[in-house]
């Protein structure tokens, strides 16, 4: 599994961006800027709109990606039906055939689907946080944010740091 300080792939993958529309996306459009990459296993499922809908609260921190195996035509579809989907912020990525899962170790081979996995990543490209929980175990948004405003604040920042905070013994 990519971990902390590793660059993370190159990718170019087509997904549904907030206006519904779908789009090309790909890691030299998150160059420059703090992103958050998410994995999660399926679309159509009861946990993953959970936690998609939640990962909005990052987006005046980081550019925002969530992704799963699922074509764009599934993503665009489940975005329209699903009430808590339809106005999302951020785009969902398609990874197709799981490369991108796969090169970032974080495929659960036996399901067939990536594991819930993020990352964050500084504005060069390199991993600085990575986190995955258990299929049945929704993620954070507010502690991802926590991390990620963290991060961005450099230097030591404990436990409870919260913005603002110089120093958490």
Not at 33 to 57: G, H, L, N, R
Request: a negative charge; aromatic letters at 8%; one cysteine or more.
């Amino acid at each position: 599994m990519l971990s902390v300080n590793d660059m993370f792939p190159a990718f170019r993958l087509e997904g549904v961006n907030a206006e519904n529309q779908i789009c090309t996306v790909t890691q030299e459009q998150l160059m420059g800027s703090w992103s958050v990459i998410y994995f999660y296993p399926k679309d159509f499922t009861f946990i993953c709109p959970t936690e998609i809908a939640q990962m909005d609260k990052l987006i005046d921190e980081a550019i925002v990606l969530g992704i799963s195996g699922d074509n764009e035509y599934s993503k665009l579809n489940w975005k329209k039906f699903n009430d808590t989907l339809t106005n999302i912020k951020h785009t969902l990525g398609a990874d197709s055939g799981l490369y991108l899962a796969s090169e970032c170790g974080i495929l659960n081979v036996d399901e067939g689907v990536a594991n819930r996995a993020t990352f964050i990543v500084n504005p060069e490209g390199e991993i600085q946080h990575v986190s995955v929980t258990a299929m049945d175990t929704g993620r954070s948004a507010d502690e991802i944010l926590r991390t990620l405003q963290a991060l961005k604040a450099g230097g030591l920042t404990g436990c409870g740091w919260e913005p603002g905070d110089q120093y958490v013994a």
